[in-house]
């Protein structure tokens, strides 16, 4: 048996923000992750209930990263643990959690946007699914977090999303496909060093030819052979014999 994967409510950031809210049911567990803020905590009592659910179903409730529009509606699941960066929290007590949380759920801290940054890699029928807060805020957006506070450490958990989810809930937006996303981005890069490979290239600076190994001339690198201005009694080339 696989884990069930739902988003209850798709966040936004734009002049208000939302994360997105998304319930994972493994078993006898049924999570909530960032209850967030709402307009309403309605919002969410609505969503769960076209789940077939009410508050009190909720038994954990995970926070991806310590940032308020995340976590505020946490005390609407009073019952509930409590998962975050630093354990598992019931009551008055907090234990670790294991990496390996359920049969179904694995946890992996994925710092640079926040030093509490978490995502749950969730296994469902449809592949896997990494649940990633702010590592990503939607389908490449922002492409520079400029709210990071650890831009080497974001690109290196933004890696290990993509290499290891077939999909990706972001903070605040739609489930996207993480391959489709990581093709993108490797084909950006590509065309990205092609261009500076271009630029690289140089050419005769009097007939235009492309330059290389074979054609270039030694003393005057700016020139092919052809049209190398050295004489026969050059010591460096033999642009001349080659003419």
């Known amino acids: 048996m696989t884990a069930e994967v739902q988003i209850l409510v798709e966040g936004y950031a734009e002049e208000k923000t939302c994360p997105t809210i998304t319930l994972v049911k493994d078993g006898d ?11 309403s905590q309605q919002v969410l009592i609505d ?12 038994n ?9 529009d995340h976590y505020r509606n946490i ?4 019952n509930a643990k409590a998962l975050d960066f630093f354990g598992v929290w019931e009551k008055q007590s907090v234990e670790d959690w294991k990496e390996q949380f ?17 995502t749950l890699f969730v296994k469902t029928d449809n592949g896997l699914v ?21 831009a ?9 999303v993509l290499r290891l989810a077939d999909w990706i809930i972001p903070g605040h937006g739609k489930m996207y496909s993480a391959k489709k996303s990581q093709a993108e981005n490797t084909k950006e890069k590509t065309a990205i060093e092609k261009k500076k490979e271009l630029k690289n290239i140089m050419k005769c600076k009097k007939c235009g030819r492309l330059l290389n ?14 049209c190398c201005e050295c004489g026969l009694d050059c010591d460096l080339c033999a642009c001349s014999q080659e003419r």
């Open 130 to 150: 990494a649940i990633c807060g702010d590592v990503f805020w939607k389908e490449d957006f922002p492409e520079n977090d400029i709210y990071a506070l650890d």
């Open 213 to 226: 190994k074979k054609n270039k001339c030694l003393c005057r690198t700016w020139l092919c052979f052809k």
């Open 152 to 160: 080497e450490k974001l690109k290196e958990s933004r890696s290990v």
């Open 60 to 68: 954990i409730v995970c926070i991806t990263h310590s940032h308020l």
């Open 47 to 58: 969503a769960l209930q076209k789940e077939g659910l009410a508050v009190s179903d909720v």
């Open 75 to 78: 005390g609407m699941f009073a």
């Open 102 to 118: 359920s049969e179904n759920i694995q946890i992996l801290k994925t710092p640079g946007h926040d030093h509490t940054s978490i």
């Open 29 to 39: 567990l049924i999570m909530v992750v960032d209850p967030g803020v709402l307009e």
